[in-house]
T-cell receptor, first 117, second 109 residues
């Protein structure tokens, strides 16, 4: 149980285009989903926290108009990178906190590798 | 501020034992996690400590001392597949995960 999927797993796009990444909790409902970004040889950096039905909370330095987050249901959150540029190339990982269970639990998706040309 | 420190890189020999240390200063404490991350993959859960003491799970053990703000991950009978980054993360008073930079573990034959 407690499986989180991400789609796509890998995407290559041209500079200036927008890319949507989906994060789904497959066998549980998630009140909260987290979006992380990881650059090569660096640790995970929390970008934003999204709660179902409300606006996402962005970390300092993360542009909310560039990284649009939608958490429309208890099993789906999406991250849209708008007008992507090469510096946005990174590994994007989502995690989900179950509605029921330990408040500490987070389950991670497999990640999405974004390359912007 | 919030801070988690762990060594950047460690090297160990196949079959041996290695201990990866983690110290933390956070606003509140609601548990400490260890994750394993292979290159190009998402982190996978290894262990969770919220009370002082040692938690053993197969070849991996994790220890916590809340008074010292200190934890370690102990890996026994090292295998080549254990080569990965090991991330220490602490849940603060707002139940937000604060991440360490990770320790890259290199296993040599």
């Amino acid at each position: 149980g407690a499986v989180v999927s991400q789609h796509p797993s890998r995407v290559i796009c041209k500079s200036g285009t927008s890319v949507k990444i989906e994060c789904r909790s497959l066998d549980f409902q998630a009140t909260t989903m987290f979006w992380y970004r990881q650059f090569p040889k660096q640790s995970l950096m929390l970008m934003a926290t999204s709660n179902e039905g409300s606006k996402a909370t962005y970390e300092q330095g993360v542009e909310k108009d560039k990284f649009l987050i939608n958490h429309a249901s208890l099993t789906l959150s999406t991250l849209t990178v708008t007008s992507a540029h090469p510096e946005d190339s990174s590994f994007y990982i989502c995690s989900a906190r179950p509605l029921a269970g330990d408040h500490n639990e987070q389950f991670f998706g497999p990640g999405t590798r974004l390359t912007v040309l | 501020g919030q801070n988690i420190d762990q060594p950047t890189e460690m090297t160990a020999t196949e079959g041996a034992i290695v201990q990866i240390n983690c110290t933390y200063q956070t606003s509140g404490f609601n548990g400490l996690f260890w994750y394993q991350q292979h290159a190009g993959e998402a982190p996978t859960f290894l262990s969770y400590n919220v009370l002082d003491g040692l938690e053993e799970k197969g070849r991996f053990s994790s220890f916590l001392s809340r008074s010292k703000g200190y934890s370690y991950l102990l890996l026994k009978e090292l295998q080549m597949k254990d080569s990965a980054s090991y991330l220490c993360a602490v849940t603060d008073s707002n139940y937000q995960l604060i991440w360490g930079a990770g320790t890259k573990l290199i296993i040599k034959p």
